[in-house]
């Protein structure tokens, strides 16, 4: 029965993992289609409600209506 725990568990970290890695890039690429910098996730990681601040700016500029984007016709 142990065995069958530590299966389940570690693949359910391996797909947490997963999931995390491509959140980021897919978060990055949209940062990126609105003309904003990708290191802007980084600020998501602060602790202490800092963070919470970053992850709704950074929200709010995935939203607004993007400049002039070189990899987009507008």
């Known amino acids: ?3 069958n725990n ?3 568990f ?3 970290c ?3 993992i997963a999931y995390g890695i ?3 890039a897919l978060t990055t690429r949209r940062l ?3 003309n904003n910098s990708g290191w802007w996730i980084v600020g998501t990681f602060i602790p202490f ?3 919470d601040i970053v992850s709704i700016y950074v929200f709010i500029l995935t ?3 993007s400049r002039k984007n070189k990899w987009r016709q507008s």
Do not use: E, K
């Open 6 to 8: 530590n299966l389940a």
């Open 49 to 51: 409600r800092i963070g």
């Open 14 to 16: 391996l797909i947490t």
């Open 22 to 24: 491509l959140s980021l």
């Open 1 to 3: 029965m142990n065995t």
């Open 63 to 65: 939203l607004w209506p």
């Open 32 to 34: 990126h289609d609105t």
């Open 10 to 12: 570690t693949l359910f």
